[in-house]
T-cell receptor
């Protein structure tokens, strides 16, 4: 049963500290998404990768957030320095878009990382 | 601007009764349409999607959704609700053009099924 995995599941840190969240997409998937979920804003798309290339990070605060895919099996989201307003649940999702087809893939979500910044 | 509306924050249903969770969208063209469900402390789970063809789409756990092009709606339905269906439900759309796989999510509707 293939699943997206995320680590850590919970993270409590102090303001100003660096936070790194990791995601392992489903093997063979070629798209990766990072979302943030809060009560006030709902689900927000932070970043989107296709074939490991970043295609959209317009939803991400550029001064403190960064997202990378060092290889096809690992995506990272880093916050430096973290702030209390970053407290949220961060989800990673992966999908498969075949070739240049416009057919939509289905995004499969990981369990999320619950981040609390004190 | 492209948007998805879920007009009800919460829907309350008695177990065994039919349920409907509403979704309307404002997206140019004929977008792809999705429903996801989120259980407490879990990630979103895919329920069903509409690409083309029959307006009634069947998905997981007995759920189905009806696409109505004239009303730009994609309501989620189930003939007989279970207490275990209680969760947060998200409607999402993806424009067909643009070459980008970005989903636009609604704010979510909390479904509460009472015994």
């Amino acid at each position: 049963d293939a699943r997206v995995t995320q680590t850590p599941r919970h993270k409590v840190t102090e303001m100003g500290q660096e936070v790194t969240m990791r995601c392992q997409p489903i093997l063979g998937h070629n798209t990766v998404f990072w979302y943030r979920q809060t009560m006030m804003q709902g689900l927000e798309l932070l970043a989107y990768f296709r074939n490991r290339a970043p295609l959209d990070d317009s939803g991400m605060p550029k001064d403190r957030f960064s997202a990378e895919m060092p290889d096809a099996t690992l995506a990272t989201l880093k916050i430096q320095p973290s702030e209390p307003r970053d407290s949220a649940v961060y989800f990673c999702a992966s999908g498969l878009v075949p070739g240049n087809s416009g057919s939509p893939d289905t995004q499969y979500f990981g369990p999320g990382t619950r981040l609390t910044v004190l | 601007a492209q948007s998805v509306a879920q007009p009800e924050d919460q829907v309350n249903v008695a177990e065994g009764n039919p349920l409907t969770v509403k979704c309307t969208y404002s997206v140019s063209g004929n977008p792809y349409l999705f429903w996801y469900v989120q259980y407490p402390n879990r990630g979103l789970q895919f329920l069903l999607k509409y690409i083309t063809g029959d307006n009634l789409v069947k998905g997981s756990y007995g759920f189905e959704a009806e696409f109505n092009k004239s009303q730009t709606s994609f309501h989620l339905k189930k003939p007989s609700a279970l207490v275990s269906d209680s969760a947060l439900y998200f409607c999402a759309v993806r424009p067909r053009s643009g070459g980008y796989n970005k989903l636009i999510f609604g704010a979510g509707t909390r479904l509460a099924v009472h015994p």
